[in-house]
């Protein structure tokens, strides 16, 4: 028996093409809002770290200088970020009480210690750190819902 073939060239069709683009494009959708949300959930896990680190050496800091705490230290002008004995991958103000990361400026502020988001979706949202919780801030314009996309409420569990 033979077999005869009519000369067509096997391939995908148009329409095929066509599918297979619209799969791609409904499953970047539906992936690219998460990857983003994962990349500033990591951004701010960074702030979180980095806020502790400089809250506990601000008190180490006032202990060593006779003080009760890190904002009796910030009080009476004490402390300033190169004074801390931690290494801060950043930039400082002229009188370093200002540091500024690739992400967040980080700041003194009374009894807590807080950063600014300064890059990504949020920029002006702030995170608090008061030596025993976390609070976020959104309210200021144009960072509405940062604290839902951290994941702020849960940050204080345990």
Request: glycine share 8%.
């Amino acid at each position: 028996m033979k077999i005869f073939f009519s000369g067509a060239k096997a391939g995908f069709t148009l329409v095929e093409l066509l599918v297979i683009v619209m799969i791609l494009g409904i499953l970047s959708s539906i992936a690219l809002p998460q990857y983003r949300r994962s990349v500033e959930r990591a951004r701010v896990a960074e702030a979180q770290t980095l806020l502790r680190s400089i809250y506990d050496a601000c008190e180490r800091l006032a202990w060593e200088n006779n003080m009760s705490s890190c904002g009796d230290a910030v009080k009476n002008d004490v402390v300033n970020f190169r004074k801390l004995d931690i290494t801060v991958k950043g930039t400082f103000n002229g009188n370093a009480s200002v540091l500024t990361t690739e992400n967040f400026a980080y700041e003194f502020g009374g009894n807590t210690v807080w950063a600014q988001a300064k890059r990504g979706d949020y920029v002006g949202a702030i995170i608090t750190f008061d030596g025993r919780q976390f609070t976020c801030t959104d309210s200021i314009h144009p960072a509405p819902n940062a604290c839902t996309v951290w994941g702020a409420a849960n940050w204080n569990e345990e």
